[in-house]
């Protein structure tokens, strides 16, 4: 997936990313931006600025993701939300977040 934007909130169960819920193995992701609001409601549930939950299983291939953007405030269960990716196995290069907006480690 390539050059996408979200502008709006997104709310999920279990999973919610700011332009992706779930990517699936061997998928990248390049050159998006959320602005959004992103959180899940349920305990354990993966949030993520741009990508929730990324290749599940340890035995997926590893994701990529890179020069992506999130402006976006990101909520969800501790370990399991990230500024950029919530959760999975993915490589991620020369993406950016708003430190103010979203002070996650990441």
């Not at 996408?4 to 279990?14: E, P, T």
């Not at 050159?31 to 993520?48: D, H, K």
């Not at 969800?76 to 480690?105: A, H």
Request: charged content about 10%.
């Amino acid at each position: 997936m390539t050059s996408c934007l979200n502008l709006g909130s997104v709310w999920g169960r279990h999973v919610a990313g700011g332009v992706i819920g779930n990517l699936q193995p061997e998928s990248n992701v390049s050159n998006c931006v959320n602005t959004g609001f992103v959180r899940t409601i349920y305990p354990m549930g993966a949030s993520g600025g741009i990508v929730g939950l990324s290749g599940f299983s340890s035995q997926a291939p590893i994701n990529k993701i890179n020069n992506c953007i999130n402006t976006g405030v990101v909520v969800g269960d501790d370990g399991l939300t990230g500024c950029i990716v919530g959760d999975g196995n993915i490589t991620i290069t020369n993406c950016w977040w708003d430190k103010q907006m979203c002070p996650l480690i990441e």
